[in-house]
């Protein structure tokens, strides 16, 4: 709270945009901030942060904070947000990076591969890109080993190729895309001899690939939460598969409708303030994603817990009585009917969904009619289902996945 305090006080004057905002809000920042104070903050929203511009930007953004630079989200959610952060922030995620590898043990000496999002196409197949280290971030304190990196955009049998190749101690990828590998490595009744964990990031885990991952590779899956506007949020506990909240970095709270702290146990939005970027502060906003609080770890460690993440608000289902709830099209195989390589849901109004499927051949009338019958019970209402056949389904510009999408406000 001494850091909010600092931080609310710069945005205040020198943020243009949380001026005008507080004001609207008829709210005055304090200079020590309690927790009362801070419960009457007004939180932002993601819209708020997209129609500010550049007005989000510090006119005075300390010049002992480094050098600045902007940051901005994949646009998963429908819109880019940008803002700008300092080289403290930087130093920041330099630090949770290497905290995150030693929590969880990582021999630095061994190999890192990664396939994800890649900045330039200097990471295509065959090849891809290596690396002397795993990340420049820590080479000043701790020697590594080989890194090596393939771009999102190969398709799942060039990645396996890839992956047997450099045959990593520890792999990171996108949830989505480890379910699709998975498949593969099973279909060739193959394994990753040196394997030691799979680290996943950017997309919601289920319980299901976590064992999958045990089942099929022999090893654990890692997971981060971690958001673009403001880095690293949450680690997995090195003990159990609930996260701890890195609390150093942002103030995490969980909150309901009527923007109330909700208790051990229940699901709420999730809302973060961020503590060293002075450049453009996030101050109670609200990221669009949805979590449950966890009981304090018996681990030890005093960092607030999250029990799990739950999505974000546009991959929930909404009913015609209005209801929202998370929607179980991915928990069904549908493979006793036909053979699915990739489907995305998008409901478009409160009755009728699009299902985009990649198929290897043109399904038969009695197929289709099996598949919608099983995906009505799925979603638990009789929605108008639209089928519609693609080559492939495209990930977002941040190399993202959601199999069900939202449209409906």
């Known amino acids: 709270l001494q850091q909010l305090s600092i931080v609310l006080t710069h945005a205040y004057k020198t943020v243009p945009f949380y001026k005008t905002f507080y004001q609207e ?17 007004p939180v932002v929203s ?10 989000i930007v510090s006119n005075n953004i300390p010049a002992h904070h480094g050098s600045v630079y902007e940051k901005s989200t994949s646009g998963s959610t429908g819109a880019t947000i940008k803002i700008k952060d300092t080289f403290v922030g930087q130093f920041f ?17 061994k190999k890192y591969a990664a396939i994800r999002l ?32 393939l771009s999102i955009k190969s398709s799942i049998d060039e990645q396996w190729k890839w992956l047997q190749k450099e045959n990593p101690e520890y792999f990171l990828t996108y949830p989505s895309n480890l379910k699709a590998l998975l498949g593969k490595i099973e279909s060739k009744a193959e394994v990753l001899t040196n394997l030691q964990q799979v680290i996943t990031f950017g997309e919601t885990v289920s319980p299901e690939i976590r064992q999958r991952v045990r089942e099929v590779l022999g090893v654990t899956l890692i997971d981060m939460y971690s958001c673009q506007e403001a880095g690293y949020l949450a680690f997995q506990c090195p003990e159990n598969e609930h996260y701890h909240i890195q609390s150093e970095n942002v103030i995490l709270e ?9 208790n051990v146990g229940e699901i709420g939005r999730v ?4 503590l060293h970027n002075f450049a453009s502060p996030l101050i109670r906003y609200d990221i669009g994603d949805y979590a449950e609080v966890g009981a304090a770890c018996t681990c030890g460690r005093g960092l607030p817990v999250l029990k799990r993440i739950t999505g974000r608000v546009r991959n929930l289902l909404t009913y015609p009585d209005g209801t ?30 699009e299902v985009k499927l990649v198929v290897n051949s043109p ?30 389904i495209a990930r977002s510009k941040g190399g993202k996945f959601e199999d069900f999408i939202s449209l409906v406000q």
């Not at 080479?139 to 090596?148: N, V």
């Open 271 to 274: 809302v973060i303030t961020t």
């Open 254 to 262: 969980i909150l309901n409708e009527q923007n109330e702290p909700c």
């Open 118 to 149: 890649t900045q330039s196409d200097d990471a295509l197949p065959p090849l891809g890109k290596h690396m002397n280290v795993w990340d420049d971030s820590f080479s000043d304190i701790y020697k590594s080993g080989p890194a090596a990196l």
């Open 46 to 55: 993601r819209l708020n942060i997209q129609q500010a511009g550049g007005t």
């Open 93 to 109: 995620f330099n630090g949770f990076t290497l905290r995150d590898h030693l929590l969880h043990k990582r021999d630095f000496h």
């Open 363 to 392: 399904l038969t009338d009695s197929e289709q009619k099996q598949l919608k019958q099983r995906m009505i019970q799925s979603l638990r209402y009789p929605f108008n289902l639209e089928f519609t056949f693609h080559e492939k």
């Open 25 to 41: 809000q008829s709210f005055k920042p304090k200079k020590i901030i309690t927790k009362k104070l801070f419960s009457e903050i």
């Open 324 to 353: 929202k709830a998370w929607p179980l099209v991915g928990s069904d195989s549908y493979d006793d009917i036909v053979h699915i390589k990739q489907f995305q849901f998008i409901q478009k109004t409160i009755e009728d969904i």
